[in-house]
């Protein structure tokens, strides 16, 4: 059974993984570089609370996803031999956001203890290795606009026919390592720090194409609004600005799933979700993929 997939960011390596895990032997294709679009310039915050606002079925599968992920990073980390920079930290807000665990505070605040950070580019690595290891074969640089195979997958992001890209800024300081343990968020700016002591802060959101320029008035926003945050932050000089294209969808919502009754399936339009809904999106793609093609 060969199945292609088209789009090496997390969530379609991380379906090849589990395809190949399965039995399907597995091509990755990307236009680009694998890994090199949004899941190279994610921050890495797994947190449903701050982004599901009412209750739906990807804002459940959100917290599923969650749940899976210290088995998900242990299992990959293994089959790799790669490390990850994964931690499950708090984050404190000022809303309780329904089927999340949280813990009260007081004062009309609350804690989600279940959420996470992670280093996507971590993930993507790993997940490329434990790929290999498997037999899954990776090509960079290559346009697909016909595919071969029993069945093909199309996780191309923003590129993808269904979807468009929203732009986001992030910007990166350097403080001591465990000096910020949980996330910090008001609004859509968020502040997150990884093991190494980056700590990463963003994000705006704009709808301007495939424009990859650095807006410095997006910097400057990202910079006050979170050092208004985190004193801390004030007169630590910023050392990196970047920014990556969210892949939206016409439905506000995930696309995932097959094309009728084709041998196509969609895997696009996860927005800011990408990174937190890898595995769960993975495991859907298998539990049809794999029985349609007589695997499971």
């Given at each position: 059974m060969q199945i292609t997939v088209v789009g090496g960011g997390i969530v379609g390596c991380a379906a090849a993984w589990r395809l190949a895990q399965g039995g399907a032997r597995v091509t990755v294709?990307?236009?680009?570089?694998?890994?090199?679009?949004a899941s190279w310039a994610g921050a890495g915050m797994l947190a449903p609370g701050g982004e599901f606002g009412e209750d739906s079925r990807w804002g459940r599968l959100g917290v599923e996803s969650l749940g899976m992920y210290p088995a998900f990073v242990a299992e990959l980390e293994a089959a790799s031999g790669l490390r990850i920079d994964f931690r499950v930290c708090r984050r404190v807000a000022t809303q309780r956001r329904m089927g999340i665990r949280v813990e009260a505070m007081g004062s009309g605040r609350w804690w989600y203890p279940d959420e996470a950070v992670v280093n996507p580019r971590d993930v993507v690595a790993a997940l490329r290795v434990a790929g290999q290891r498997l037999g899954v074969e990776f090509e960079e640089g290559v346009e697909v606009s016909t595919w071969e195979g029993d069945a093909v997958v199309w996780a191309t992001g923003a590129w993808a026919p269904g979807g468009f890209p929203v732009k986001g800024h992030l910007i990166r300081y350097h403080l001591a390592p465990g000096s910020l343990p949980r996330i910090i968020r008001r609004g859509h700016?968020?502040?997150?720090?990884?093991?190494?002591?980056?700590?990463?802060?963003?994000a705006d959101m704009e709808q301007v194409g495939f424009d990859r320029s650095l807006r410095a008035a997006a910097v400057e926003e990202i910079r006050a609004a979170v050092e208004a945050m985190v004193p801390e932050l004030r007169g630590v000089?910023?050392?990196e600005?970047?920014?990556g294209f969210r892949p939206g969808s016409a439905t506000g919502e995930p696309v995932v799933g097959r094309r009728g009754d084709s041998r196509e399936w969609d895997a696009y339009g996860h927005f800011r979700n990408g990174i937190l809904l890898a595995p769960v999106t993975?495991?859907?793609?298998?539990?049809?993929?794999?029985?349609s093609l007589g695997k499971g």
């Open positions: 294709r990307d236009r680009g570089r694998i890994g090199g679009e700016f968020y502040v997150l720090q990884r093991a190494t002591g980056e700590t990463i802060a963003g000089p910023v050392e600005a970047w920014n993975a495991r859907l793609l298998c539990d049809e993929i794999l029985p």
